[in-house]
C-alpha cells in the first residue's frame, strides 16, 4: 500500500527544536524526490524543503539556516531537522512523494501526488 506517514510533531518553546519523520512504503523509495509542506489555519499550504532521488535540497527562504532535510534509502525515511523554532512555524506538516522519479527538487505543490496525513508543530512560550 502506497503511504507516508509523519510523525514527530509536538509543542515547542521558541528558539527549541523538534525532528519530523516521514516513513514511506509501498512504492520505490530511492526513486522519488520527498517535500515537506506546511500549512497554518488561514494560510495556503507552502513548500518548506525537499530532497532529490539524487539527494539534492532546497529550502524556502524563511528556514534556511535552521532547518535541515535528509533521507535515509535504507530506511525508506525522510527526516525534516527543525532548529531555532519560531511562533510562525506553526503549522501543519505534511510529507509528499514527487509524481514523477528521478526528477530535480521542487517546492511546487502540484508536483506532488501522495500525501501524508500530516503532524502538528506548534512554537509558543
Not at 512555524?89 to 512523494?97: G, H, P, Q, S
Not at 514527487?98 to 501526488?113: F, H, W
Not at 500525501?115 to 512554537?123: A, D, M, S
Amino acid at each position: 500500500q502506497l503511504q507516508l506517514v509523519e510523525s514527530g510533531g509536538g509543542l515547542v518553546q521558541p528558539g527549541g527544536s523538534l525532528r519530523l519523520s516521514c516513513a514511506a512504503s509501498g512504492f520505490t523509495f530511492r526513486a522519488y524526490a520527498i517535500g515537506w509542506f506546511r500549512q497554518a489555519p488561514g494560510k495556503e499550504r507552502e513548500g518548506v524543503s525537499c530532497i532529490s532521488s539524487g539527494g539534492t535540497t532546497l529550502y524556502t527562504d524563511s528556514v534556511k539556516g535552521r532547518f535541515t532535510i535528509s533521507r535515509d534509502n535504507a530506511k525508506n525515511m525522510v527526516y525534516l531537522q527543525m532548529n531555532t523554532l519560531k511562533p510562525e512555524d506553526t503549522a501543519v506538516y505534511y510529507c509528499a512523494r514527487s509524481v514523477l522519479t528521478y526528477r530535480g527538487s521542487t517546492l511546487d505543490p502540484s508536483q506532488y501526488g501522495v500525501w501524508g496525513q500530516g503532524t502538528q508543530v506548534t512554537v509558543s512560550s
